[in-house]
């Protein structure tokens, strides 16, 4: 089976073709897809309807050790979750039965943090590689997905910037992005249930080798910087990743699986009518090792 990709943006993101996402790809096929990954960093899948969780989860099984168990506790006086497989991340806005989250769920204030430029499981000790995002109910407009090229951008930093940043570490705390987003204060049990992680703000790329930026609305603050100026850069740099030329918008269709590599993107969620339509999105992650 031979894979191609058609590119989506000048600098990356393509839509593979002649492969489709299922857990039964040869491993010729794997070593080409995770190349293609290499190079675009942002790989859309297309299939004709919703792919069903066991196909979604076989296939992102084939990438690496993926994420089984929750890796945080939010605690909700609404309906329970949705029963899924424990790989899969509901990034939908439907309760058990359902029914679309009521404004006040804590679990819908949460959500909508994804509104902001982040990097999947920043805040844990061992990174997401990829992500997995796989559309079954679409709302209407779209709400579209962008990404950010975090490889480009750092390319087209000046070198002053560069050299300044080069070796700095960032903090990273889920609670501190769905505060700054208007959620409410986590309980001492939902913070303590995820504590915060430290990585470098630029490393280098393990498949392409370039270097990039590595940033995200959980980063708190610059690790040994006074917290106003450590949270300054972080907005400055930010702003830089994600002007016009270093994102690509996806619109969704049902059936779409979009892959993204977490250590080469930044991506965001954009608005949508969340407490009159149905969405349901649900994600797979593939981490950097096994994780308990």
Do not use: C
């Not at 560069?162 to 501190?176: F, K, M, N, P, V």
């Not at 987003?181 to 915060?196: D, F, L, Y």
């Amino acid at each position: 089976m031979s894979v191609s990709a058609t590119p989506l943006h000048p600098l990356f993101a393509a839509e593979f073709s002649g492969v489709q996402a299922s857990g039964s790809l040869d491993r010729r096929t794997m070593e080409q897809v995770i190349a293609l990954m290499d190079r675009h960093a942002v790989g859309v899948f297309r299939h004709a309807s919703a792919v069903p969780d066991e196909q979604h989860i076989a296939f992102s099984r084939l990438l690496g050790p993926m994420q089984l168990t929750p890796i945080l506790s939010v605690k909700s006086a609404g309906k329970a979750a949705r029963d899924m497989p424990p790989e899969i991340i509901d990034q939908g806005n439907l309760d058990r039965d359902g029914n679309i989250f009521p404004e006040n769920d804590k679990r819908l204030l949460y959500k909508r943090a994804n509104q902001l430029w982040h990097t999947d499981v920043s805040f844990h000790p061992v990174r997401a590689t990829y992500s997995l995002l796989s559309a079954h109910v679409v709302p209407p407009g779209g709400a579209d997905t962008e990404f950010a090229d975090m490889r480009a951008a750092w390319d087209a930093l000046p070198g002053s910037m560069q050299a300044t940043i080069a070796d700095l570490r960032a903090e990273h705390s889920y609670w501190h992005s769905r505060v700054v987003a208007g959620g409410p204060e986590p309980s001492e049990e939902e913070r303590s249930s995820r504590p915060p992680a430290r990585h470098p703000l630029v490393h280098l790329h393990p498949g392409s080798k370039r270097r990039a930026l590595y940033l995200a609305s959980h980063a708190s603050h610059i690790v040994g910087w006074p917290e106003d100026e450590g949270r300054a850069l972080l907005r400055e740099l930010t702003d830089f990743a994600t002007q016009p030329q270093f994102v690509y918008r996806h619109q969704w269709r049902v059936g779409d699986i979009v892959a993204w590599d977490n250590l080469a993107t930044m991506h965001r969620a954009t608005p949508f009518d969340d407490t009159r339509h149905r969405r349901d999105m649900r994600r797979t992650t593939v981490r950097e090792a096994e994780v308990a």
